[in-house]
């Protein structure tokens, strides 16, 4: 079975901040691992993936995340945020056994002027 | 041209009413899913369909009935609606069987039931 947790709700930086938002996984096959992005009244929008091989995947938008086994880790993370990366950010994780991808509870990013 | 599309975008009912969202998909996506996102914004799987035939079916009253007439179509049906219906329900697709396969969302419908 597949679960994921994200750390924290709500998180705010200053415009031209470090954005990093956190997500552990648990996966008791090799994961599949998603960000998406949600913008308000909006379905949700894929970020990244990570499926197999380069351990850094780089995304839409300016956004990275790195898979660490080792800390069953999908951190995402952007070097400098913008006004519009306002949104909640949704991890995400599915098994190579089954097709249904299961969500995180999501984390609302705000930017601060 | 919208990939995935719902209809209505937002529905307001009485409690008791029988409603239905429509899912249409233009990417020739063989794998259709329904979500339906709470309050909380929390994300749930309620169905998946690949090829017309039922695969996922997650513990789901049997109020909610889902038909796929063909692959690129995956409505919901509800049925006698209650007001814990209330929730916004998405509807996505991937590719083959999904294993794998990052999902492509509609723009949601917003149900809610008074």
């Known amino acids: 079975a597949q679960s994921v947790t994200q750390l924290g709700s709500h998180v705010s930086v200053s415009e031209g901040a470090l954005v990093l938002l956190r997500c552990n996984y648990s996966?008791?096959?090799?994961?599949?691992l998603f960000w998406y992005v949600q913008y308000p009244n909006q379905g949700l929008q894929l970020l990244l993936k990570y499926t197999t091989g380069a351990t850094l995947v780089k995304g839409i938008n300016g956004f990275e995340a790195e898979f660490k086994k080792s800390e069953t880790s999908f951190h995402l993370t952007k070097p400098s945020a913008h006004m519009s990366d306002a949104a909640e950010y949704f991890c995400a994780v599915s098994g190579s056994s089954a097709s249904k991808i299961i969500f995180g509870s999501g984390t609302r990013l705000s930017i601060r002027p | 041209d919208t990939a995935v599309s719902q209809t209505p975008k937002y529905l307001v009912t009485q409690m008791g009413n029988d409603k239905s969202i429509k899912c249409e998909q233009n990417?020739?996506?063989?794998?259709m899913y329904w979500y339906k996102q709470d309050s909380k914004k929390f994300l749930k799987i309620m169905f998946s369909y690949n090829n017309k035939e039922l695969i996922i079916n997650e513990t789901v009253p049997n109020r909610f009935s889902p038909k796929s007439p063909d692959k690129a179509h995956l409505n919901l049906h509800i049925n006698s609606l209650e007001l814990g219906d209330s929730a916004v329900y998405f509807c996505?697709?991937?590719?083959?069987?999904?294993?794998?396969?990052?999902?492509?969302f509609g723009s949601g419908t917003r149900l809610t039931v008074v």
């Open positions: 996966s008791s096959v090799p994961p599949y």
């Open positions: 990417l020739g996506h063989d794998t």
């Open positions: 996505a697709s991937s590719p083959l069987d999904g294993v794998g396969q990052a999902y492509t």
